[in-house]
T-cell receptor, first 113, second 112 residues
């Protein structure tokens, strides 16, 4: 089975712009979670989608949003980018959440200038 | 709220020696615990998990972890470390809201 894929792998944006990141889960997985990784804050949970519904959300401002499509693919959007949004954004998929193992993609490295 | 702590920022061992990466957890219910490893510029790779059952869990690449309920610990171990084990290791706990809460990570360096 193919693993979790994320596109693009690298992005450079300027402050005030918006960005959309994409995640394709492992085939058959219905839960997709997003995490932000920074040197200062470590790994922080953004949100989780299951069957096109946001099931849980972390403590991030409303500039961070996401969605999931009927084929379980997910996108996350960050509007009005700030310098502090520079991070590695990781997507993880699992069968249906709960006790299932989450498998991570390679991440998208976002740099905000 | 669930949380995990990794008390050591760095662990240095010689190749061939045992490797231990420490993790302690705090949960209100049953703990669902995970270990992941991250290589530079890569995503996280799953190593092993504890859901229920045997306290000694065996995982990928020769790693194992021991669940200790009384000490609320879930230490990762490898009997004989390799240089290629040098990476960043994360302990995580799954909470009731389906999200993973991660520790700060431990950088492991295995010297030849």
């Amino acid at each position: 089975k193919a693993g979790v894929t994320q596109t693009p792998r690298y992005l450079i944006k300027t402050r005030g712009q918006q960005v959309t990141l994409s995640c394709s889960p492992i085939s058959g997985h219905r839960s997709v979670s997003w995490y932000q990784q920074t040197p200062g804050q470590g790994l922080q949970f953004l949100f989780e989608y299951f069957s096109e519904t946001q099931r849980n959300k972390g403590n991030f401002p409303g500039r961070f949003s996401g969605r999931q499509f009927s084929n379980s693919r997910s996108e996350m959007n960050v509007s009005t980018l700030e310098l502090g949004d520079s991070a590695l954004y990781l997507c993880a998929s699992s069968l249906d959440g709960g006790k299932d193992t989450q498998y991570f993609g390679p991440g998208t490295r976002l740099t905000v200038l | 709220a669930q949380s995990v702590a990794q008390p050591e920022d760095q662990v240095n061992v010689a190749e061939g020696n045992p490797l231990t990466v420490k993790c302690t957890y705090s949960v209100s219910g049953n703990p669902y615990l995970f270990w992941y490893v991250q290589y530079p510029n890569r995503g996280l790779q799953f190593l092993l998990k504890y859901i229920t059952g045997d306290n000694l869990v065996k995982g990928s690449y020769g790693f194992e972890a021991e669940f200790n309920k009384s000490q609320t610990s879930f230490h990762l171990k490898k009997p004989s470390a390799l240089v290629s084990d040098s990476a960043l290791y994360f302990c995580a706990v799954r909470d009731d809201d389906y999200k993973l809460s991660f520790g700060a990570g431990t950088t492991v360096t295995v010297r030849a």
